[in-house]
């Protein structure tokens, strides 16, 4: 898998990280738009559910794909399901889009089985469709970001393992 390079990845998709989002113009989603979103969402939700992590992966966009090894992604997926259980609902308090209307958020609170929290959803529109690109975790004061960002200057190879987030990014 060709590296790719940190700052090319933070320019992308700065929209979608969790920590203040200074110099990004937000603009909130259209009707069209939000409709999308929530579709998404629902289908994300419906393929945690059911333990279709695979699914996720195979369906998630380049970036997604490309910033985690699929078995990085199994574990990861496997371990949230084991801590929160079932994704029961998720209410979106704000939605935004950034670069040319290409990236979608959405964030909110998300109920499971065993856990409220803060989740935060990235979209890139690919060929008309959304494609995920971040999950984004509150896990008490800090974030998990899925899949973890490389370091600045760095590559996919210093992505660190599942489970263990990378300080200064969350």
């Given at each position: 898998?060709?590296?790719?390079?940190?700052?090319?990845?933070?320019?992308?998709?700065?929209?979608?990280?969790?920590?203040?989002?200074?110099?990004?113009?937000?603009?909130?989603?259209?009707?069209?738009?939000?409709?999308?979103?929530?579709?998404?969402?629902?289908?994300?939700?419906?393929?945690?559910?059911?333990?279709?992590?695979?699914?996720?992966?195979?369906?998630?966009?380049?970036?997604?794909?490309?910033?985690?090894?699929?078995?990085?992604?199994?574990?990861?997926?496997?371990?949230?399901?084991?801590?929160?259980?079932?994704?029961?609902?998720?209410?979106?308090?704000?939605?935004?889009?950034?670069?040319?209307?290409?990236?979608?958020?959405?964030?909110?609170?998300?109920?499971?089985?065993?856990?409220?929290?803060?989740?935060?959803?990235?979209w890139l529109l690919q060929s008309g469709k959304l494609k995920l690109a971040w999950i984004n975790i509150q896990e008490g004061t800090r974030w998990r970001v899925i899949p973890a960002l490389p370091r600045p200057g760095g590559s996919l190879e210093d992505?660190?393992?599942?489970?263990?987030?990378?300080?200064?990014?969350?």
């Amino acid at each position: 898998m060709k590296p790719i390079p940190a700052i090319a990845v933070i320019a992308l998709l700065s929209g979608c990280m969790p920590s203040q989002k200074k110099g990004i113009a937000e603009v909130p989603l259209t009707d069209q738009q939000r409709v999308l979103a929530t579709q998404a969402t629902g289908e994300l939700r419906y393929k945690f559910n059911n333990a279709a992590c695979s699914a996720i992966f195979n369906d998630a966009g380049e970036m997604f794909k490309r910033l985690q090894r699929q078995e990085d992604w199994m574990a990861d997926c496997a371990e949230l399901r084991s801590a929160l259980g079932t994704w029961q609902d998720f209410s979106p308090h704000q939605t935004t889009r950034f670069g040319q209307d290409r990236i979608f958020t959405m964030r909110g609170r998300a109920s499971f089985e065993k856990a409220e929290r803060e989740v935060e959803l990235c979209w890139l529109l690919q060929s008309g469709k959304l494609k995920l690109a971040w999950i984004n975790i509150q896990e008490g004061t800090r974030w998990r970001v899925i899949p973890a960002l490389p370091r600045p200057g760095g590559s996919l190879e210093d992505v660190p393992p599942p489970g263990q987030q990378r300080p200064g990014y969350a």
